[in-house]
């Protein structure tokens, strides 16, 4: 079964500092892995993705993701966080193993990151 | 280039009535996928279409029921409305070639069933 785990509800970071959020994921194939970012009373807004390639990804606002295939992990993470940022981010999976190239996206429950000044 | 564009923007409706929510995909798109989302819950996928059909469908009953015209716009039905399908209903365009492609989603519908 295909699944996205976010173990904090909550991240809170001063801003300038570094900031994690966590995703692991389980497919039964290999990964196509996603973030997304949610302003109150909006859709998502895509980040970044990882396809295949390099382990580290860089995507909007300076964000950046590291996957981990062993750990199946794909951590977000910036290295210096804003105000700004604050919004609700998901991370998804996308299991292209599953013979269709249209595959629906399955979401974790959210991680709700506030910076303060 | 418009976005993925979703109406109404809010809608309040009474148990056991049906509603009608639309979306108009990106610019470019051909597949248009729904996706609810409960409060504090990520997106759970409802059923996706592409070329007119439905393609996939999510663990939803058969009281959800949508529609995709020539022009790629979809429609989702949802018939004898229940409290807990009070919700914000995401609509997201791609093109379906990419497999890869992120999905383009639109500000949603927030659905209250009264």
């Known amino acids: 079964a295909q699944s996205v785990a976010q173990p904090e509800d909550q991240v809170n970071v001063a801003e300038g500092n570094p900031l994690t959020v966590k995703c692991t994921y389980s497919v039964s194939g290999n990964p196509y892995l996603f973030w997304y970012v949610q302003y109150p009373n909006r859709g998502l807004q895509f980040l970044l993705k990882y396809i295949t390639g390099d382990n580290l990804v860089k995507g909007s606002y300076g964000f950046e993701a590291e996957f981990n295939k062993s750990q199946t992990s794909f951590h977000l993470k910036k290295p210096s966080a804003l105000v700004s940022d604050s919004a609700l981010y998901f991370c998804?999976?996308?299991?292209?193993?599953?013979?269709?190239?249209?595959?629906?996206?399955?979401f974790g429950r959210g991680t709700q990151l506030t910076v303060w000044p | 280039d418009a976005g993925v564009t979703q109406s109404p923007t809010h809608l309040i409706k009474t148990r056991g009535q049906q509603v009608t929510l639309r979306c108009s995909p990106k610019?470019?798109?051909?597949?248009v996928s729904w996706y609810q989302q409960a409060l504090g819950q990520g997106p759970q996928f409802i059923f996706q279409?592409?070329?007119?059909?439905?393609?996939q469908r999510g663990n939803f009953p058969d009281r959800f029921s949508g529609h995709q015209f020539p022009n790629y716009s979809s429609e989702l039905n949802v018939n004898a409305l229940l409290l807990g399908d009070s919700a914000l209903y995401l609509c997201?365009?791609?093109?379906?070639?990419?497999?890869?492609?992120?999905?383009?989603f639109g500000n949603g519908t927030r659905l209250t069933v009264t």
């Open positions: 997201a365009s791609s093109f379906r070639g990419g497999a890869n492609s992120p999905l383009h």
């Open positions: 998804a999976v996308r299991d292209i193993n599953r013979g269709s190239t249209l595959g629906r996206l399955y």
């Open positions: 279409y592409y070329e007119e059909e439905e393609r």
């Open positions: 610019s470019g798109h051909d597949t």
